[in-house]
């Protein structure tokens, strides 16, 4: 018996949050998502990056989301050192709880009232 090789998504274009939340709803455990490539504190931190007001509050609140999941066991978050001060931030899709009490919406939603 042969091992499955991890394959990571990567996509073309700085993802989203709500595409971040759309993929947590539909991956399967092992899936891997690469949500973000770079050096994540840093390029949201408005002196060291080059991104815009707007590009910086996206990456902020997808890796605010990304690190949301992890705390409810959606997903397992990992770093990979791609070269010098870049790192690729993947989440790894965990396997969903077979008798949720709700759903991923619901929580999004209980969480948004919250604040």
């Known amino acids: 018996m ?4 991890f394959i990571t998504v990567r996509a073309s274009r700085p993802l989203s949050e709500i595409e971040f939340c759309a993929w947590v709803a539909q991956a399967v455990p ?12 840093l390029d949201i931190f408005p002196v060291f990056s080059g991104l815009s007001d707007a590009a910086r509050a996206e990456l902020s609140r997808l890796g605010s989301r990304a690190f949301w999941a992890a705390e409810q ?7 990979e050192r791609v070269g010098p001060d870049q790192f690729a931030y993947i989440a790894v899709a965990r396997p ?14 209980a969480e948004q009232e919250a604040a």
């Open 96 to 109: 969903k709880p077979k008798a949720a009490a709700v759903s991923l919406s619901e929580l999004l939603l």
């Open 2 to 5: 042969g091992t499955t090789p």
């Open 30 to 41: 092992g899936d891997r998502l690469e949500y973000h490539r770079g050096f994540l504190v």
């Open 73 to 79: 066991d959606l997903v397992h978050l990992v770093q």
